[in-house]
């Protein structure tokens, strides 16, 4: 059996995140070759894997970050099956990684995000390994982009629930205000004009049931679905919604009375519960 020191079990874990004694069987296996230990320990995380495929990663950990200029805005949520797992420390460390790799390449699309670089393997294998070092089903949930010219980030203690707000220009309060206020409120849109068409049809039909269902005439259910749909869409476009902190004034209004000019152009949501 091949002798393998301390070091060099330390250096695969550092490589791999695996478990001390899962690095140092995966080197006696290799006979002290690290890529061949490498191999070893993401077969083992495939086998594991393909074992949990069926099971649901609902838990998990959502990070968020700016590039350097602050006019990209990236959410990403790391998913196992958990509380346990997403509260351990090298799983958030494992997320934060993946959104370094996020921030250093600038991905559009999930798919993209797990064909990314990751330490020689792609962010996909990674998921998979993580799975074997884990024992647990480890995938990326959510991924979201969105561009501005300036960022607010609001990060809900947890990591459960991260929103970023972009603006027309920079005001840090304001955006982390609006983006609060979209992690609280989970609107659908910005306003009106984001909100589909398929949503709009199927508030007035479900409006106009109810209005019939309570007696109304049908000529007067189509009034009343109206007025619901205007209250529906003021209640759930971010716009429109009234300030959590100041329920006297629309969002709309706080920021518009925050700075001259200012104006929201876009939010992201991401949410594990």
Known sequence: MVKVTAQEVNALRKKTGAGMMDCKKALVEAEGNIDDAID???????????????????????????????TIGYIVSVN????????????????????????????????????????????ADAMISQTGVIGEKIEVGSFERIEGNAMGIYIHPGNQVVTIVSTNKANGDVARDVAMQAAAMAPIALDESEVSKEVLDKELEVGKDLAIQEGKPEALAENIAKGRLKKFLKENTLLNQMFI?????SIKQYVAEAESGLEVTGFRRVALK
């Open 245 to 249: 902190k100041d329920n006297k004034k």
């Open 40 to 70: 070893i320990l993401r077969k083992k995380g495939q086998k594991v894997a393909a074992k949990r495929g069926d099971r649901d990663a609902k838990e998990g950990f959502v990070t968020a970050r700016t590039n350097d200029a602050g």
């Open 80 to 123: 196992c099956e958990t509380d346990f797992v997403a509260k351990n420390q090298d799983f958030q460390a494992f997320a934060e990684k993946v959104m370094d790799t996020i921030v250093a390449n600038d991905p559009k699309t999930a798919e993209e995000l797990s064909g990314l670089d990751f330490d020689g393997n792609t962010v």
